[in-house]
């Protein structure tokens, strides 16, 4: 349900608005969701502009689609797959995402206990934005999304194997940076103390 707002008091009456194409019903939308899809934007898309944009064109599709929506799950989250969809356009015509790598390549043995409790939300969303795109992609679909690998690679004309091997890759990455910043505030911690120690 939506909180009390002019002109709509529940979802349904909102959605019954947006598919009569009222502009009061798209400006609701848009204010409620604006900043929850910029962030899913940005996670595809590493650059803010490129997010802000594909962001506004899954607003419009969602507007264009709206008579799809049956009510028979979220709202939200409805959008929310539009501007993953949105995203994935964005980086297929950009030939961003096209990183092929062979499974076998990963030969790492991985550790997936990498988030030290000293590495806070902020910090693993700017090293996951920091990933390749392709990697960042199938890490975003996979671990955020919940998609499998099989519906990844059909989403983006990839092999499961290429999928599995982009996802481990992602991982490894993120697990080598995030030492590094656990590393760094162990660092700034052990100097703050010696100060106040020292004073």
């Not at 990844?152 to 940076?177: C, D």
Request: glycine share 4%.
């Amino acid at each position: 349900m939506l909180r009390l707002i002019p002109f709509f008091t529940t979802e349904s009456q909102l959605i019954v608005a947006l598919k009569r194409g009222e502009s009061r019903a798209h400006k609701v939308v848009y204010e409620r969701f604006a900043g929850k899809m910029l962030a899913v934007c940005t996670r595809y898309c590493a650059n803010r502009a490129d997010a802000e944009e594909v962001m506004l064109d899954g607003f419009m599709r969602v507007f264009e689609k709206i008579e799809q929506f049956r009510e028979d799950g979220s709202f939200e989250g409805w959008i929310r797959r539009i501007m993953v969809t949105e995203s994935l356009m964005f980086l297929r015509k950009a030939k961003h995402w096209r990183q092929e790598i062979s499974l076998d390549d990963v030969t790492v043995e991985l550790d997936y206990e990498w988030a030290d409790t000293s590495v806070n939300e902020n910090d693993l969303l700017r090293l996951v934005n920091q990933l390749p795109d392709g990697y960042r992609t199938v890490f975003n679909l996979y671990a955020i999304e919940g998609y499998t690998h099989a519906e990844i690679a059909e989403m983006l004309g990839i092999s499961e194997g290429t999928s599995k091997s982009q996802l481990s890759r992602a991982r490894m990455m993120l697990q080598v940076n995030l030492k590094k910043v656990e590393q760094e505030f162990r660092s700034e911690s052990y100097e703050k103390t010696y100060r106040k120690t020292a004073n």
